[in-house]
């Protein structure tokens, strides 16, 4: 069979080409809801200060597994940025955040392309993502218009005098 039938004008015809490869069957057998990292995702996602015990266990059995060791480090660099991101202080969040900009850079190893791609992208934004925890300029200044006259309320008003 003529994996690209012709009309008879010479042209391909419309339709769908077959592949050579087989498509991957993900009913079958669970499919996609059967691979470890796929179920617990929404667990992934959770930030390590709202697991519970159970979640816990859960992540544990799954880092287990000597194939999750990209999904536990990953994992382990997303808790970072998220503890930076949710910092009490604007000052300890953009420490914490060049500390895991800086580490990346510098520790990553070669198999662990996503997070290599990560480290050059945060890398290359550093000035942009540690201004994200700088107050910006309009909040810090008041304009002359609002500021209160010589006088102020805890003295007394010029009209309170008795005249």
């Given at each position: ?5 012709r009309?008879?004008t ?17 009913r ?25 015990d ?31 991101y ?25 198999a ?52």
């Amino acid at each position: 069979m003529d994996p690209y039938p012709r009309s008879s004008t010479g042209r391909t015809q419309a339709g769908p080409v077959p592949s050579p490869y087989p498509a991957p069957d993900h009913r079958a057998a669970g499919g996609v809801r059967t691979i470890p990292c796929t179920k617990a995702r929404r667990l992934l996602r959770t930030g390590a200060g709202l697991v519970s015990d159970k979640g816990w266990e859960r992540l544990e059995q799954l880092f287990a597994d000597p194939h999750n060791k990209p999904e536990q480090t990953t994992w382990a660099v997303y808790q970072k940025i998220m503890s930076a991101y949710r910092a009490k202080t604007p000052t300890q969040g953009k420490q914490l955040m060049s500390e895991v900009i800086d580490s990346l850079t510098t520790s990553v190893p070669d198999a662990l392309e996503e997070l290599k791609s990560l480290a050059k992208t945060l890398n290359q934004r550093r000035d942009d993502i540690l201004a994200h925890y700088r107050s910006p300029r309009h909040i810090q200044q008041t304009h002359p218009s609002s500021q209160r006259p010589a006088w102020n309320t805890y003295t007394a008003s010029p009209w309170a005098t008795g005249i």
